[in-house]
């Protein structure tokens, strides 16, 4: 098992661009989801998604949206790139639906956008 | 949503010394509290959890205990390791989603 699979690690993005960060797991999960890192704030929930073509708002959602049209991926679109989005994304998936599951990490994309 | 408060932010130990690392959460209906550490430039990894229904769980050097009337929790590191240098963060479930705290950043100096 790959476990799960994010594309690319790194990104630099020019401000108003768009692009689609992929993530993919190979492990029949149910759940998954996306956040991002900053420095001193943890890893904050963007969306979330309880199966195939259901997904959900986490915590910091504005700016990005996903779709999840098989189990296996759950990509991550940036609209319209700020600034502000600068961060390390990370993409989870767990057997279950939220509670009582491992949640297993993909390795990180770092996006920088000037 | 669930509010998750982890301190200290950093914490600095001696090797053989013990950490300890606390964190509040404020929604009574969490039942799932999963610790994850950091290494640096790499993807959290899940080094233990509880459940509500249970005080404390050790695995090894590393145990984790469970207040749900006082809605805290806390890892506890024996005998640290210059391995177990890391950025540790606490998570509670809310809402049926994983929230995070702001992370502890731990050193071991040999």
């Known amino acids: 098992n790959a476990g799960v699979t994010q594309t690319p690690k790194f990104q630099v993005l020019k401000t108003g661009q768009s692009m689609t960060l992929q993530c993919a797991q190979d492990?029949?999960?149910?759940?998954m989801s996306w956040y991002r890192q900053d420095p001193g704030m943890g890893l904050r929930l963007i969306h979330y998604s309880v199966g195939a073509g259901i997904t959900d708002q986490g915590e910091v959602p504005n700016g990005y949206n996903v779709s999840r049209s098989t189990t296996e991926d759950f990509p991550l679109r940036l609209l319209s790139a700020a600034p502000s989005q600068t961060s390390v994304y990370f993409c989870?998936?767990?057997?279950?639906?939220?509670?009582?599951?491992?949640?297993?990490f993909g390795q990180g994309t770092r996006l920088t956008v000037v | 949503g669930e509010n998750v408060e982890q301190h200290p932010s950093t914490l600095s130990v001696q090797e053989g010394d013990s950490a300890v690392i606390k964190c509040t959460y404020s929604?009574?209906?969490?039942?799932?509290f999963p610790w994850y550490k950091q290494e640096l430039g790499k993807r959290p990894q899940l080094i233990i959890d509880?459940?509500?229904?249970?005080g404390e769980k050790k695995d090894q050097r590393i145990a984790v205990t469970l207040n749900k009337t006082a809605k805290h929790f806390s890892l506890h590191i024996t005998e640290t390791q210059p391995e177990d240098s890391a950025v540790y963060f606490c998570a509670a479930s809310g809402a049926n989603n994983l929230f995070f705290g702001t992370g502890t950043r731990l050193t071991v100096i040999p």
């Open positions: 509880i459940r509500s229904n249970v």
């Open positions: 929604d009574s209906a969490s039942n799932y």
């Open positions: 492990m029949n999960h149910e759940y």
């Open positions: 989870a998936s767990s057997y279950s639906y939220g509670n009582l599951a491992e949640a297993f």
